[in-house]
């Protein structure tokens, strides 16, 4: 409760904090002050970041890795531009993020008399990435806003939520009732869909399971169903680590490969979990499910479009499913098992055999990394050839381990998003996997890491190239330009941020420099190259 003389831009600190609040990413400035005033008095962490793109991909990484709401404070004008990409990729990627951003004046918003930070709908940018936007005029709407915010975390698909407070108002006395709401449940199933789904589940004759990135909390009850019926299980990137990627009836991230389509295209019904089912997941937009699907989802939207289901369930996945499991008809599906253990055995055996020289040689050295690194490692990755590879031939064991910027595909996401899983998740390890274009993205972030002396294990891919986009244009029959660089002496900036740093010269190098990165007293920068396997 704060006290009626208190600022209301201190009122929302002891809001935050009421909530459940322990960390907020931001960069004070001379328009958001007054939001920094009572921080020293409370119990929340601050982290200073080096620009705004940073803290916002530092809350995404700390709300995936945590299953919380991450947080980042900025200002107006240019600190909200800087943050709208983290905040696109949040959004694509349903992870629950609060911007709190001040804004100009009440008298002087969108007025055009030059004053500092000036856009002319702040507002109405921040919406277009976001799925709640407020603007705040009097200390009760930054109340509400706040509890909107935080209602719609607890009880909808995870998104971003913005809120906008106007200079004048943070020093406005707040005046009482700043105590946090109760926030509503998950949806909960339908107990006649529920029914249906578990017969039709019963009586199929070829299962497959698909989960997604709202499956994150449900693995445990899809694994029981899919082994009470021999059911193959299929993921998509932002499912991966709902269910263990090692167990015989997983078969990863394939939707993009010909194996996952086929078991797709094979099966008479699919449960379908947590997915939009969108063109990043099967990279192909024409790929439709249009036959026995059964699709739980928190979003209605998501449900409508674009591939029909039978059933479509509103409601969360993990009681959802629970509940199916708990209705199923009892049966001996062992033989139905066995064969899909085998045929999903038989699929990764293909896989292999057909990989091209590059997927092989990143094969090697994801194979060193991921015997290197503790299975329960979280590991933030970026969009680069090697991430790439990772995303289907990279087992991870655990959810809120695989933390890949899907959908808006951003650049830079992993070196931030690795820093915040670290503040989200204290007690495990993290990685961040990304290239040597990427990480000039955000590289200046370095130094939020080595300030905190996090240990975290940075394993930069150096090809001297932006590899993916040079082979892409190879296949196009398009001359490759522009996609070569010159890059810095990578080792002497992580030393010049104060990180540890090593150039592993062979795969057995590379091991014992991931096994030095995990007990450091601070990040690790470990540039992999190419050749790597030559030595």
């Not at 991450?70 to 629950?96: E, K, R």
């Not at 799925?131 to 909107?148: E, F, I, K, S």
């Not at 169903?225 to 059911?231: K, Y």
């Not at 090697?386 to 070196?415: K, M, Q, S």
Request: glycine share 10%.
């Amino acid at each position: 409760m704060s006290r009626a003389e208190h600022s209301t831009g201190e009122a929302l600190v002891g809001l935050l904090e009421a909530y459940g609040v322990d960390t907020i990413f931001g960069i004070p400035g001379v328009h958001n002050v007054e939001m920094y005033r009572a921080l020293p008095r409370s119990g929340i962490k601050h982290v200073l970041v080096r620009h705004e793109q940073g803290a916002g991909f530092m809350a995404d990484g700390y709300a995936r890795a945590s299953g919380k709401p991450g947080v980042c404070f900025t200002i107006t004008g240019p600190g909200l531009t800087n943050i709208m990409t983290p905040l696109g990729q949040a959004w694509s990627d349903s992870s629950p993020v609060l911007c709190i951003s001040s804004a100009l004046d009440i008298a002087d918003s969108a007025q055009g008399r030059g004053r500092l930070h000036e856009m002319q709908n702040q507002l109405g940018a921040a919406a277009t990435i976001t799925n709640l936007a407020v603007r705040a005029y009097t200390p009760q709407d930054v109340r509400d806003g706040v509890a909107r915010a935080f209602s719609a975390f607890a009880s909808q698909r995870p998104r971003p939520a913005y809120l906008e407070l106007p200079l004048d108002l943070l020093k406005v006395p707040s005046g009482p009732g700043w105590t946090a709401h109760k926030t509503p449940r998950l949806p909960q199933p339908d107990a006649v869909q529920v029914k249906e789904a578990a017969e039709r589940l019963g009586a199929a004759k070829s299962p497959v399971i698909l989960l997604g990135g709202g499956a994150l909390d449900a693995g445990r009850a899809a694994l029981a169903i899919a082994e009470q019926l021999g059911a193959p299980i299929i993921t998509t990137t932002a499912g991966k680590g709902a269910v263990p990627g090692t167990h015989p009836l997983v078969l990863g991230y394939r939707l993009a490969r010909e194996s996952g389509r086929k078991l797709l295209r094979e099966a008479d019904t699919i449960l379908c979990v947590g997915s939009e089912l969108s063109e990043t997941d099967f990279w192909d937009s024409g790929f439709i499910l249009d036959k026995g699907l059964i699709r739980i989802d928190l979003d209605p939207a998501t449900l409508a479009r674009p591939h029909a289901a039978d059933i479509a369930i509103l409601a969360d996945a993990a009681a959802t499913l629970a509940a199916i499991k708990a209705s199923l008809p009892a049966a001996d599906h062992e033989a139905r098992r066995r064969t899909n253990e085998k045929r999903i055995a038989g699929y990764l055996a293909m896989e292999g055999s057909q990989d091209d020289a590059l997927r092989k040689m990143l094969g090697k050295v994801l194979a060193v990394i991921r015997d290197s690194l503790p299975p329960e490692t979280v590991i933030a990755s970026d969009m680069t050839q090697i991430a790439y590879a990772a995303n289907e031939i990279f087992p991870v064991f655990e959810p809120r381990t695989w933390l890949h910027p899907v959908g808006f595909g951003t650049l830079g996401f992993a070196l931030p998003a690795g820093i915040g899983a670290k503040f989200g998740a204290p007690g495990k390890p993290v990685a961040v996997m990304i290239g040597d274009y990427g990480i000039q993205y955000t590289i200046n972030e370095l130094g939020t890491a080595a300030e905190h002396k996090l240990p975290l294990v940075i394993l930069m891919w150096n090809n001297d190239a932006l590899g993916q986009i040079r082979d892409d244009m190879v296949n196009k029959g398009i001359q490759p330009n522009a996609v070569t660089l010159v890059n810095p002496d990578f080792q002497a900036l992580a030393k010049a941020y104060r990180c540890h740093a090593e150039k592993p010269d062979s795969l057995k190098a590379l091991a014992q420099a991931i096994g030095r990165a995990l007990k450091a007293d601070g990040p690790t920068l470990v540039e992999m190259t190419p050749r790597m396997l030559n030595g």
